[in-house]
């Protein structure tokens, strides 16, 4: 499985997520603590928004802890909206076109988990995505094809809704093949302005995902820990696994749920997939 993190907030470095937390992005590919496999080797990428809103992004099939030119751009980059993901392979090959973030106009898109027995619905998934957008399909996970089935059931119009109908159809189709607990899933997605979370998986055991608590409540309980006293007082983090072992610094996201983050303010919504 994967790790991935997101930031909203006033601009800040990189580093100061992937890099520098005791369990920053980067340890958690080199010795991950809540999966079954602790290494996440099999390539990385990042994605962030400049100052007008503008997605750019930097993937390599190398392992992450082994980058030179990801140390050397989250030390420079700043940005107030960002994702970051460390993979390992399920069943897609290591090649570049299958790192996430995956982009598609103003949209940014991670995913860990995976569809149980792939091959037996593949081709009914393909046939699903809009033939507008088909052309933009670039890999052969199944972690941007559940983006572009977003991305055709409405994404522009609603995350929730259009995630709701893309793992609905994944679920109608697999278990018409008969598998009966279709996917494990933790989702990231930002637009430039807002950024949501997902966790949910068919069986109701899903993958970890955290939020982050309000910094100013943190700063009451820890005036002295030096992170905190410099970060943004409007951060707000969503990530696989807590990035600091701060006792009240990150809170689980209960199992069928979406987060969503904005200016600082964090909501938590039921996710309910059904069949579009």
């Known amino acids: 499985m994967c790790r991935w993190l997101a930031y909203s907030g006033d601009p800040i470095a990189l580093e100061e997520a992937i890099f520098k937390p005791k369990h920053s992005l980067i340890d958690q590919s080199v010795s991950s603590t809540m999966i079954s496999v602790p290494t996440n080797g099999d390539g990385f990428g990042v994605g962030w928004y400049n100052g007008k809103g503008e997605p750019g992004i930097f993937r390599s099939i190398r392992p992450a802890w082994n980058d030179r030119n990801l140390r050397e751009i989250a030390h420079h980059i700043e940005s107030g909206l960002f994702l970051a993901h460390v993979r390992r392979t399920t069943h897609a090959p290591v090649q570049m076109s299958n790192c996430h ?6 949209w940014l898109f991670v995913h860990n988990g995976l569809i149980y027995a792939y091959d037996k619905i593949h081709r009914d998934l393909l046939m699903a995505i809009d033939p507008d957008l088909f052309p933009a399909l670039q890999g052969s996970t199944d972690s941007e094809l559940i983006f572009f089935l977003a991305l055709t059931f409405g994404l522009e119009k609603g995350p929730i809704g259009a995630l709701e109908k893309a793992i609905g159809l994944v679920e109608k189709l697999s278990r018409a093949a008969g598998i009966d607990h279709p996917i494990q899933m933790t989702i990231g997605v930002v637009d430039g302005k807002t950024l949501w979370g997902f966790r949910y998986s068919s069986e109701g055991n899903s993958r970890t995902l955290f939020y ?24 707000r983090g969503i990530a696989s696994e807590p990035l600091s072992e701060l006792k009240g610094g ?27």
Do not use: H, Q
């Open 212 to 235: 982050s608590s309000d910094i100013s409540a943190m700063r009451e309980l820890y005036p002295n820990y030096e992170r905190l006293k410099i970060a943004p007082t409007n951060a």
């Open 101 to 106: 973030p995956f982009r598609y106009g103003k």
């Open 250 to 276: 990150w809170n689980t996201v209960p199992e069928s749920t979406a987060v969503v983050v904005c200016d600082g303010k964090v909501e938590l919504l039921p996710f309910s997939p059904s069949s579009p």
